[in-house]
């Protein structure tokens, strides 16, 4: 038993002329060449075709060389700056101290806003001015609260 052999890719394609009932394809004439799939004019001397010498039609895509002064070189984006410290730590610093001027024992609160404003000062892009208030303000918060505790553990003694 021997089995047929399938169709071969010209078999099928003239089937499908007859099938859709267009007529062939003329074959092209013989003064014009192909090129992959370009149509090209055909081979003129140097003299003739001028800076055309490839032979290609004006219209023809052009070729770009993968090297050269054409290209961009690539510049990565800059990357956004960090967040600045400087407004966290002079926001710390005023509620530390309001606090400080009624009770000593936020006292943290104005270390948290001495620590946050000198690695503001420390940081390029932070705001040096806003920095250094916050810095003062967070300074005078623990000596009101120091005071207030010195004050209020003398308090104890007594009695």
Same mark, same amino acid.
Request: proline share 11%.
């Given at each position: 038993? &021997? =089995? !047929?052999?399938?169709?071969? +890719?010209r078999a099928r394609k003239e089937d499908a002329e007859v099938a859709t009932g267009l007529p062939p394809v003329p074959p092209?004439? *013989? =003064?014009? +060449?192909?090129?992959?799939s370009e149509m090209t004019t055909p081979e003129l001397t140097t003299a003739e075709a001028g800076d055309d010498a490839d032979g290609r039609l004006p219209t023809a895509q052009l070729e770009m060389a993968a090297f050269g002064d054409h290209l961009?070189?690539?510049?990565?984006? #800059?990357?956004?700056a960090p967040r600045s410290v400087a407004p @966290? *730590?002079?926001?710390? !610093?005023?509620?530390? %101290? /309001?606090?400080?001027?009624?009770t000593? @024992?936020?006292l943290p609160l104005g270390v948290v806003a001495a620590v946050l404003?000198? /690695?503001? %000062?420390r940081r390029r892009h932070d705001s040096t001015s806003?920095? #250094?208030? *916050?810095?003062?303000? &967070? %300074? %005078? !918060? /623990?000596?009101? &609260? *120091?005071? @207030?505790?010195? @004050?209020g553990f003398s308090q104890l003694a007594v009695g």
């Open positions: 038993m &021997s =089995d !047929a052999q399938p169709p071969t +890719r092209l004439p *013989a =003064d014009v +060449r192909t090129a992959g961009i070189p690539y510049i990565p984006p #800059v990357p956004p @966290w *730590a002079l926001g710390v !610093a005023i509620l530390a %101290l /309001v606090a400080a001027l009624f000593g @024992w936020l404003s000198i /690695v503001s %000062l806003v920095a #250094v208030w *916050a810095l003062a303000l &967070s %300074l %005078l !918060a /623990v000596g009101f &609260s *120091a005071g @207030w505790l010195v @004050w």
